[in-house]
């Protein structure tokens, strides 16, 4: 009787291998069979890989560079072959087929196992070949071969995804359950669908009922924004730019914000102003920052409206203007942006842009410093130290100013420093 698959691969490459071989042993119940000890003489090993092979009905090859200069590995790839059995290539590391190996066996499947969508494929095939394997944990970074809904079901998937997002928002008399947004998520991104997809990275960026793990979120996101998911796209540039499970690189994260920015994703032509302004990915070049802060702000985006607002107040990348930057700063305050909403302080009590009035300075200071903003509390905790447009109160001023210093407010410490009370 034929048992189920048989793993070929390089010694050299057994660590990975017997991960992956775990992994799909927990995962699917399904017994996977591969040398892990050794035989030692030359002709015990071929005996027993050829009872092996003629035992198993899947082959899963593991293709590393290392598997395609193996004499064994290959040896037991072309017995496999001669034998009909089913074969499918595994890629546990980035490598390209030598021009032999490619000859022979460019027309079998293959599987990146670090994409997490070709990881679901294969599991969606592993419980289809042997009829219906139920799955006893999860495969990391994929949803249980259970979960599947039907291949090229688009609708079914859009049904999943929208019961997801009702238990990730809390919303349609839904009760917020992140443990089961990601399951959902995860059976309509087995789907292909793209949101679903980008989703899933989100869950593992941010621990939301899975255990964080930013690099796994990395790969989903890049998954969904090779597909040409817009926020899949912005969220794999964020990335990028921060170094957040990816290693920090400038010219990819500009790359992902341009292709997000062509569609019109508010947050991703901001941050295309950003790697302008500050030279990341491509040269320093605050006039064009300043114009693609402007589009996002006209979008709405609340950080490029703080942006452009900033450019207009300093005279960066364009003339000084202090009317448009109090115009900008307070449609950002407006939107909750606490940085702003002290700029709107900050012009009202010098009459930047807008008529002077220390009074109402004071109360957007106050609102922004309610918000945990630095340069609000101090300068909230200045003006009520030395009674300037608001009520004298020392006591309460030096209040603000220590939570400013708190954060790190330089000319808050060195305040302290020098009236202690």
Same mark, same amino acid.
């Given at each position: 009787?034929?048992?189920?698959?048989?793993?070929?691969?390089?010694?050299?490459?057994?660590?990975?291998?017997?991960?992956?071989?775990?992994?799909?042993?927990?995962?699917?119940?399904?017994?996977?069979?591969?040398?892990?000890?050794?035989?030692?003489?030359?002709?015990?090993?071929?005996?027993?890989?050829?009872?092996?092979?003629?035992?198993?009905?899947?082959?899963?090859?593991?293709?590393?560079?290392?598997?395609?200069?193996?004499?064994?590995?290959?040896?037991? #790839?072309?017995?496999?072959?001669?034998?009909?059995?089913?074969?499918?290539?595994? !890629?546990?590391?980035?490598?390209?087929?030598?021009?032999?190996? =490619?000859?022979?066996?460019?027309?079998?499947?293959?599987?990146?196992?670090?994409?997490?969508?070709?990881?679901?494929?294969?599991?969606?095939?592993?419980?289809?070949?042997?009829?219906?394997?139920?799955?006893?944990?999860?495969?990391?970074?994929?949803?249980?071969?259970?979960?599947?809904?039907?291949?090229?079901?688009?609708? +079914?998937?859009?049904?999943? =995804?929208?019961?997801?997002?009702?238990?990730?928002?809390?919303?349609?008399?839904?009760?917020?359950?992140?443990?089961?947004?990601?399951?959902?998520?995860?059976?309509?991104?087995?789907?292909?669908?793209?949101?679903?997809?980008?989703?899933?990275?989100? $869950? =593992?960026?941010?621990?939301?009922?899975?255990?964080?793990?930013?690099?796994?979120?990395?790969?989903?996101? #890049?998954?969904?924004?090779?597909?040409?998911?817009?926020? +899949?796209?912005?969220?794999?540039?964020?990335? !990028?730019?921060?170094?957040?499970?990816?290693?920090?690189?400038?010219?990819?994260?500009?790359?992902?914000?341009?292709?997000?920015?062509?569609?019109?994703?508010?947050?991703?032509?901001?941050?295309?102003?950003?790697?302008?302004?500050?030279? $990341?990915?491509?040269?320093?070049?605050?006039?064009?920052?300043?114009?693609? !802060?402007?589009?996002?702000?006209?979008?709405?985006?609340?950080?490029?409206?703080?942006?452009?607002?900033?450019?207009?107040?300093?005279?960066?990348?364009?003339?000084?203007?202090?009317?448009?930057? !109090?115009?900008?700063?307070?449609?950002?305050?407006?939107?909750?942006?606490?940085?702003?909403?002290? =700029?709107?302080?900050?012009?009202?009590?010098?009459?930047?842009?807008?008529?002077?009035?220390?009074?109402?300075?004071?109360?957007?200071?106050?609102?922004?410093?309610?918000?945990?903003?630095?340069?609000?509390?101090?300068?909230?905790?200045?003006?009520?130290?030395?009674?300037?447009?608001?009520?004298?109160?020392?006591?309460?001023?030096?209040?603000?100013?220590?939570?400013?210093?708190?954060?790190?407010?330089?000319?808050?410490?060195?305040?302290?420093?020098?009236?202690?009370?």
């Amino acid at each position: 009787m034929e048992k189920e698959i048989f793993i070929s691969y390089s010694r050299r490459d057994f660590s990975k291998v017997k991960t992956i071989k775990d992994t799909i042993d927990q995962a699917m119940g399904i017994d996977c069979w591969m040398d892990i000890d050794g035989i030692e003489s030359g002709e015990q090993f071929k005996n027993v890989i050829i009872k092996a092979i003629n035992e198993h009905n899947t082959i899963l090859f593991m293709l590393s560079s290392h598997s395609m200069q193996s004499e064994w590995a290959l040896d037991e #790839l072309d017995f496999a072959k001669r034998k009909g059995k089913r074969i499918v290539m595994i !890629y546990i590391e980035p490598c390209d087929m030598t021009d032999e190996f =490619y000859f022979s066996y460019h027309k079998y499947d293959t599987i990146d196992w670090s994409n997490p969508i070709q990881r679901n494929k294969l599991m969606t095939n592993l419980g289809s070949w042997f009829g219906g394997a139920q799955p006893v944990q999860k495969l990391p970074g994929t949803a249980n071969a259970a979960d599947f809904t039907k291949p090229g079901d688009p609708e +079914g998937a859009q049904e999943t =995804y929208s019961l997801a997002w009702n238990y990730y928002s809390g919303s349609n008399g839904v009760s917020r359950d992140y443990e089961e947004a990601f399951r959902l998520f995860n059976k309509a991104a087995a789907q292909g669908h793209a949101d679903s997809i980008n989703y899933v990275g989100i $869950c =593992y960026c941010n621990g939301y009922g899975v255990a964080q793990n930013k690099e796994e979120g990395s790969k989903w996101y #890049l998954c969904a924004a090779e597909m040409g998911n817009k926020f +899949g796209q912005y969220n794999i540039g964020w990335n !990028y730019y921060n170094g957040a499970g990816i290693s920090k690189n400038y010219s990819e994260a500009l790359r992902w914000f341009l292709k997000a920015a062509a569609q019109n994703h508010s947050a991703a032509i901001n941050y295309v102003g950003i790697c302008y302004n500050n030279g $990341c990915g491509i040269k320093q070049d605050r006039q064009e920052a300043a114009k693609w !802060y402007l589009k996002a702000a006209e979008m709405g985006d609340k950080f490029a409206q703080y942006n452009i607002a900033w450019d207009y107040y300093k005279g960066v990348g364009v003339r000084l203007n202090y009317k448009e930057a !109090y115009h900008w700063f307070l449609k950002a305050a407006e939107q909750g942006h606490a940085g702003a909403t002290n =700029y709107v302080g900050v012009c009202l009590f010098n009459g930047h842009g807008v008529e002077q009035n220390m009074t109402k300075a004071n109360e957007w200071y106050e609102r922004a410093a309610e918000m945990g903003e630095p340069f609000a509390q101090y300068n909230l905790g200045y003006n009520l130290y030395q009674g300037i447009g608001i009520l004298y109160n020392p006591e309460k001023g030096l209040e603000w100013i220590r939570k400013a210093a708190e954060q790190g407010h330089t000319s808050a410490k060195e305040f302290l420093a020098t009236h202690r009370r």
